[in-house]
């Protein structure tokens, strides 16, 4: 990593020292350029795809990293003006490529150092593949001010963008790391080679510029058009989605735009996948919010510190005119890729980012509650955890509902499922059906406890002189339904044997007794 | 029942000679089919249900014909129950509303498959889920299961109710801790369900309700009265395809919204509909639900329309199969009862209207009740007996008719039950009227006539041998003549003579002998019955199931003979001065199945608080009472003089 931080350093340096008069107008730029490529064009900006208006000739960002912003930082970049994208500055040009010139230098200079070192070591894979993100990047930036370089002296640069096609197209190109990554041709992406030849660099820049100035039917065939409504006579794209989370993830059915209104923009894997999404130019350390990064680049020097650049970039100015940007999955086959029949755009980038996930990535984060419930996106798995193991409306067939409506609509829909009573309820409600019963039992026989003997035989709970009474009363009588009655009640006490209550001092008799029962 | 004291020496020494057909058939009795052998036994069971018994003693034969004849089984003990599927194993009714408490094991005790198909738990508690587990297990083709005033029974024990899947009628009235949850288990596991009460299962709502509409196709009755239901599952209810009886008594969830919404895919089988003491329900309401239940034959709106308005009375016009329609509590627009009369020339039960109105225009009134109407008059309530001679049931309590309204009604032959208590005017010349008129006479109420005395009674008793029911309290004229001639009456279950001071032991003893049906019997301040009385009804009336000894002579021993009838269940013995606290509690030991005992406060102390516990464990409510010792009985007229004064306050 350290490589690739001194050689951007160095490059930082190459860049402020040309960074003077006109220059200056580059220097951002170059370094917005540079860093979102770093991003690897996470947050792929209008300037990049809509290049018609050169971000060179826009004027100057208000401080160094804000043009580094992704919030859809289009203001003053795309604000056409017409004095500065009308005059041609020759001294420009060629301040620009003299900066050009010292930037290949250097990305020529690593890749060197690569290749040396290589040789000596296996080296650590990592480190390698930070030094050819930076070559990657590095070479972006500079193919991109070549070609608004070039494209400045395009008389057709005059025209409203949308008017050029081919511009339009490139700018597509450049915008999709794809379209550059594949070089529109089936060429392998430059991300999968650990060594990335001079040649095969220097072909791809070539073909590029080439492409500004061949003709048109040419560009069509090496440019493949990102855009879906790229005029080969799409069909409407019907809104339909089944899924319910991919319409979590942003795309609103409602929606509904028509195709072609909109600038279709899809991301590599890599980028969707990269933990940090802003880098501070200076140490190259990551961050996941803009504000991080704002707060961090304090530490950086006083020049950061000021209101201008701590405050957040606006995005008002502008944001009329930019254009609807919609992202596309990198996933082939998958219904949010470009190239499928019914291609469904997600809406922003966090939308890439949750799709990406939820549908081509394992699912990592599980439940440790439940153990069962796997998620991808760190957030489902903190929203499942929030309700896990209050699903107490049960089914018959196992399944578990949260509510109660729920559980109804699917024993409505299925033919034998039956509403699960919870076991623990069951076993609470007849504990409390049986201790209900067995009260006034155990309050009886509580009563009859204090009787020295307490057999099975009901008269002889009796008040000894009760019972004489009752047996005086009884004589001329018939008996039988004082045993019964005795009987009767008597029993359901032994039912109840293993009645936590059952405290009866004759505890060990009444077991007897049952047993002689 | 029968079975229990089958063993008993005593007793088959004592029914052993008994006479008439029983013996006759015992020899010939293997030639005899068993169709024709039940015959004889139902038409000797209708006689006198004891004969059985008598009949099952006399050999091997008749017991085992007898084991086999038996359907119902009403045992007195849950503790029976064995023994008694096993001596009946073709019984197929179990009827435990004699059985105040039966715990789960008495209900495990029942052999597996039996042939029971109908049981009833709808008077006992003591059994919880595990009881009715064990009972689904054992008897499979149950189809017929009461398990009213549960009120401790929830969803675990529907969840075992849901286990009998032949079941086609259920009732779980006031099991309070039932929720959706139990519900949706019958509603699953009972696909066969025809009848279901849910009244007053306040636990349920609209999701229950409505998954049981769906799954339940075949209900045919469905009682929802005090229950939670709304528009919501209204709807899905009303279209259950076969549904014909919906009582919604006191659903304060229905409103005009619920019955507006009803459209024209609700079922058109419904036939019996009652509406009353829905708060929420007006006119408007009705009109609108009439438009979609076009076969309905009874409609019950007492208490939910405020007032009768003649869009209402129009719209019921377009009922035209409606027979009953019940208006209780309802005030009436002029128009809307004329239109009302005009259009149901069919209906057969109308209350609280004026008689004018019915009189003229419903001539085959069979039921009328116009209690306390104080401003009829004599006139009109001849018109009554005149107009409508196919009246069956007339309630005329506290009104102004007298011996011509009585001779009016004469005409009315069909007459089986006729209240005219608190009418003073009337007396022994208006019923021999009745007596020489009415010779279906089930059910007199005399109740405070003061004028009438021994020969009117004499008169009904005479005229009336299928009388079933008589109350001449406070008839203070009445003397053991009337007892004796009501002792003909061998149908009579019911007897109140509460308040005459001149009937004594010897008429009771009378009534005892004859009328061995007897289960009721309200002889409170007659002062002259005395132990005697008591000793003829444990011989002889041992369906006594209710009895009133309040201000008698009775003493304890008395009590203790009385208390060997094994079905008595209701006491009063308040104000006797021959009871003694301990001949009270033997005789409360020896009733075992004893449920509810009102007696005088000052006992409660004076018995072993622990007897009292035994008692009521086994299933008995204690009632206590602490009124005045009040002897003298006034004059019917100063009665209804201070109870008038009484309501003017």
């Keep these: 990593m350290e490589g690739g931080m001194s050689s951007l350093e160095t490059a930082m340096k190459a860049s402020s020292s040309v960074a003077s008069g006109t220059a200056r107008n580059a220097d951002p730029d170059q370094q917005t350029v540079r860093s979102n490529s770093v991003e690897q064009f996470y947050f792929p900006r209008p300037g990049q795809s809509l290049p018609g208006i050169p971000p060179f000739f826009g004027p100057p960002s208000s401080s160094l990293y804000l043009a580094n912003d992704n919030e859809a930082k289009v203001g003053n970049q795309f604000e056409p003006n017409p004095s500065q994208s009308t005059d041609w500055d020759p001294q420009a040009i060629v301040s620009n490529l003299t900066f050009l010139e010292q930037k290949i230098k250097q990305v020529k200079d690593v890749v060197q150092s690569i290749s040396s070192r290589e040789n000596q070591v296996a080296g650590g894979s990592c480190e390698l593949a930070a030094k050819q993100q930076l070559i990657t990047a590095d070479l972006t930036s500079i193919i991109i001010q070549l070609i608004t370089t070039a494209g400045s002296l395009l008389p057709s640069m005059k025209n409203p963008l949308s008017s050029n096609p081919a511009v339009r197209q490139l700018s597509n190109t450049l915008g999709s790391p794809m379209g550059f990554g594949m070089n529109a041709n089936q060429r392998p992406s430059v991300d999968s080679k650990t060594d990335i030849p001079d040649i095969g660099k220097a072909s791809g820049y070539e073909e590029l510029i080439n492409s500004l100035n061949t003709t048109q039917d040419e560009r069509d065939d090496l440019i493949k058009c990102p855009n879906p409504c790229g005029g080969e006579g799409s069909e409407p794209t019907p809104m339909e989605d089944h899924d319910v989370k991919e319409s979590d993830d942003g795309d609103h059915e409602g929606e509904n735009l028509p195709p072609g209104s909109y600038v279709v923009l899809q991301l590599e894997k890599e980028e969707i996948l990269a933990p940090h999404t802003h880098f501070c130019l200076i140490c190259g350390k ?61 809406k922003t980038i966090l939308c890439v980012k949750n799709h990406y996930k939820r549908s081509h990535c394992d699912k990592s984060y599980t439940c440790s509650r439940c153990n069962t419930k796997k998620f991808s996106v760190i957030a489902d798995l903190k929203t499942h955890e929030k309700h896990c193991g209050r699903d107490k409306w049960l089914c018959s067939c196992g399944t578990t509902f949260s509510r109660k409506d729920k559980l109804f609509g699917h024993v409505a829909l299925f033919q034998g499922h039956t509403p699960a009573l919870p076991m623990d309820d069951v076993k609470v409600s007849e504990a409390s059906e049986q201790q209900q019963d067995s009260e006034p039992m155990n309050e009886i026989s509580r009563s009859m406890g204090c009787f020295p003997c307490s057999s099975s035989d009901g008269i002889s709970n009796l008040d000894m002189k009760m019972a004489d009474d009752a047996r005086g009363y009884y004589s001329p009588l018939s008996f039988d339904p004082c045993f019964g009655a005795l009987d009767d009640f008597t029993r359901p006490g032994f039912d109840i044997s293993e009645d936590p209550f059952s405290f009866l001092p004759s505890g060990c008799s009444y077991v007897q007794q049952n047993g002689d029962n | 029942m029968a079975a229990a004291a089958a063993h008993r020496n005593n007793k088959r020494r004592r029914f052993s000679p008994a006479p008439g057909p029983t013996s006759a058939t015992a020899p010939p009795l293997d030639s005899l089919a068993d169709e024709l052998l039940f015959l004889v036994l ?33 045992p007195l003990r849950a503790d029976l129950i064995p023994a008694a599927l096993a001596r009946y194993p073709s019984a197929s009714r179990l009827d435990l509303s004699l059985c105040a408490r039966v715990p789960d094991a008495a209900l ?30 054992a008897c499979p083709d149950l189809a017929d299961l009461d398990l009213s005033n549960g009120v401790h029974l929830g969803d675990a024990a529907a969840a075992e109710v849901a286990r009998m899947r032949t079941l086609q009628r259920l009732s779980l009235s006031r099991c309070k801790p039932l929720t959706d949850m139990g519900l949706g288990c019958v509603a699953v596991g009972c696909p066969d369900l025809r009848e279901l009460s849910l009244k007053w299962c306040l636990g349920l709502t609209d999701l ?56 024209k895919e609700c079922s058109k089988s419904l036939q019996v509909l009652n509406m009353s003491h829905c708060q929420n329900v007006t006119d408007v309401g009705v009109s609108s639900m009439v438009k979609s239940t076009p076969n309905l034959l009874e409609l019950d709106l007492s208490y939910c329309c405020p007032q009768v308005t003649p869009s209402m009375g129009r719209s019921l016009q377009t009922i035209t199969k409606l027979r009953i329609l019940k208006l209780e509590g309802c005030k009436f627009m002029a128009d809307g009862l004329k239109a009302i009369g005009s259009s149901c020339v069919s209906i057969r039960d109308i209350t609280d209207v004026s008689v004018a109105a019915i009189t003229s225009s419903c001539t085959s009134l069979i039921s009328l009740r116009m209690e306390s109407c104080s401003h009829v008059s004599s006139g009109a309530l001849q018109l009554i007996g005149k107009n409508c001679s196919h009246l069956e049931e ?88 009337s007892l004796m001639s009501l002792s003909k009456c061998t149908k009579l279950n019911t007897l109140e003579i509460r308040g005459c001071p001149r009937v004594s032991s010897a008429g009771l003893s009378e009534i005892a002998m004859g009328c061995r049906l007897l289960s009721k019997l309200d002889i409170k301040k007659c002062f002259e019955i005395n132990d005697v009385g008591m000793l003829y009804l444990s011989q002889f009336s041992h369906s006594l199931r209710q009895i009133n000894l309040s201000y008698c002579s009775v003493t304890d021993i008395g009590l203790l003979s009385l208390s060997s009838i094994c079905g008595l269940q209701n006491m009063t013995i308040v104000h006797l001065a021959g009871i003694t606290p301990n001949g009270l509690t033997a005789a409360l030991m020896v009733c075992g199945g004893l449920t509810k005992v009102k007696l005088h406060e000052a006992f409660k102390s004076m018995m072993p608080p622990h007897m009292l516990k035994n008692v009521e464990a086994r299933g008995c409510i204690f009632q206590w009472i602490n009124k005045p010792f009040k002897v003298e009985v006034e004059p019917c007229d100063v009665w209804k003089q201070q109870s008038q004064d009484v309501l003017v306050r």
Excluded at chain 2, 409 to 419: I, T, V, Y
């Design chain 1, 286 to 346: 990551g961050f996941k919010r803009d504000a991080n990064l704002r707060m961090h680049m304090r530490g950086h020097g006083d020049e950061y510190k000021t209101a201008a650049a701590l405050a957040k970039p606006t995005k008002d100015s502008g944001s009329d005119h930019a254009p609807v940007t919609r992202y596309s999955c990198p996933f082939v086959g998958c219904k949010r890729n470009k190239e499928h029949k019914k291609f469904q755009p997600l």
């Design chain 2, 42 to 74: 139902d038409r000797v069971a209708a006689a006198d249900p004891r004969a059985l018994k008598s009949f099952a003693l006399a050999s091997r034969a008749c017991h085992a014909a007898e084991s086999r004849h038996r359907r119902l089984l009403r």
């Design chain 2, 108 to 137: 495990a005790a029942a052999p597996s498959g039996s042939s029971l198909r109908a049981v009833d738990l709808s008077r006992s508690w003591g059994f919880g889920a595990a009881g009715l587990a064990a009972l689904a297990g």
């Design chain 2, 208 to 263: 229950g309700l409505h998954l049981l509409a769906l799954k339940c196709k075949k209900l045919t009755s469905l009682d929802l009265s005090y229950t939670m239901i709304t528009k919501e599952s209204f709807l899905a209810i009303m279209k259950l395809p076969n549904l014909q009886v919906l009582p919604l008594v006191g659903c304060i969830g229905i409103d005009d919204d619920a019955l507006g919404s009803l459209d």
């Design chain 2, 394 to 481: 007339l309630d005329l309590t506290d009104s102004d008719l007298d011996d011509e309204g009585l001779k009016a009604l004469a005409g009315c032959s069909n007459l089986s039950s006729l209240k005219i208590g608190i009418c003073l005017r009337i007396s022994d010349e208006g019923l021999t009227h009745i007596g020489k008129s009415c010779p279906k006479l089930g059910d007199i109420d005399l109740y405070r006539c003061g004028g009438i005395s021994d020969d009117g009674v004499i008169q009904i008793a005479q005229g009336s041998p299928m009388l079933e029911s008589i109350n001449l309290s406070y008839c203070t004229e009445i003397t053991d003549r």
